[in-house]
């Protein structure tokens, strides 16, 4: 499949988030990828439901893939499917119960995700496999836009990949979130990656449309 480029617009302009949420989608992106930090999972804090239902009304239809990067993902899931989810990822470290919250987002009629941060393995994935929609690899450890990405990613998407392969879950996207550039694309894109997160490497350009473009050539050059 193609691969997809999903800016993170933690690394936009909060002074202007919807409008930042239109460019990118004008700029060509595939999806919008919103960190929701609750100060606690991670010591950060982020957006809200309010902000996913204004930057809803802001685009064209674009998904939204939104990351929860908080301790009790269950009740927050509800709001922000309501406000214009259309994925939405819960981390395999943030409860005791993780099939619970992911057929909970599935009975919402969002798309389920769960993401793995860079210390923990994916040899769950088999028991929950089968409520999936995407694996999120974290390719730094959360909270914080702008760090060094963490080589050790690459290889566990792989590892990722053909576990999946092995359940016969081909189309479960695997994404990867953290420090994502044109310098590590291909190799994420090789290993089996189909969709980048990317903030900094993004956002910190001033043709946002041609950094699309090029993380994407980075990913997966014409021969």
Do not use: W
């Not at 995700?113 to 690899?137: E, I, Q, R």
């Not at 990949?161 to 016969?168: F, I, P, S, T």
């Amino acid at each position: 499949m193609t691969l997809l480029v999903a800016p993170s617009l933690l690394a936009a302009d909060f002074g202007c988030l919807a409008a930042e949420a239109a460019r990118a989608e004008d700029a060509g992106a595939d999806m919008l990828h919103l960190d929701i930090m609750d100060g606690h999972f991670v010591p950060n804090l982020s957006f809200g439901p309010d902000m996913i239902r204004a930057i809803r009304k802001a685009t064209r239809g674009i998904p939204l893939d939104v990351h929860l990067m908080v301790q009790h993902p269950d009740d927050l899931a509800s709001a922000f499917v309501d406000a214009g989810a259309a994925y939405l990822t819960v981390h395999a470290e943030a409860g005791p119960h993780l099939h619970r919250s992911l057929q909970n987002i599935k009975k919402l009629g969002a798309k389920a995700g769960v993401a793995v941060n860079p210390a923990t393995s994916v040899d769950f994935l088999p028991h929950v496999a089968g409520l999936l929609d995407l694996v999120l690899v974290m390719s730094v450890n959360p909270g914080f836009g702008g760090q060094a990405f963490i080589p050790e990613a690459v290889p566990k998407v792989r590892t990722t990949r053909a576990c999946l392969d092995r359940l016969g879950l081909a189309s479960v996207l695997i994404e990867v979130d953290g420090g994502v550039s044109a310098a590590n694309a291909g190799s994420l894109a090789a290993a089996g990656a189909q969709v980048l997160v990317a903030g900094s490497a993004l956002f910190r350009q001033a043709d946002l449309g041609a950094a699309i473009a090029g993380l994407r050539t980075a990913a997966c050059p014409v021969a």
